[in-house]
């Protein structure tokens, strides 16, 4: 988790979004999974944070929240097969 906060620093929600989604895109072997629960954890606060301070507008906010779930869906479909 240390390790995503770090590579997390002074970017945006929207970067992470992206990072997450790249994870999940690019990785189709069984191991593509590994980390996306606390990073999509971390995301979800993130764009909480930006929202709060006004950086993100309340459709962006949700938009990227929706990504998000997307993304956990997936993770939930590949732990279930």
């Known amino acids: 988790m240390c390790a995503y906060l770090n590579s997390t620093a002074g970017k945006s929600a929207v970067e992470c979004v992206s990072m997450i989604e790249n994870q999940v895109a690019t990785f189709p072997d069984g191991n593509w999974h590994v980390g996306l629960k606390n990073k999509t954890k971390i995301v979800l606060a993130l764009i909480n944070e ?18 998000v779930y997307i993304a956990q869906d997936k993770l939930i479909e590949a732990a279930l097969w």
């Not at 301070?53 to 938009?63: H, P, Q, V, Y």
């Open 50 to 67: 930006e929202f709060a301070a006004e950086k993100l507008g309340f459709k962006e906010s949700e938009d990227l929240k929706q990504r």
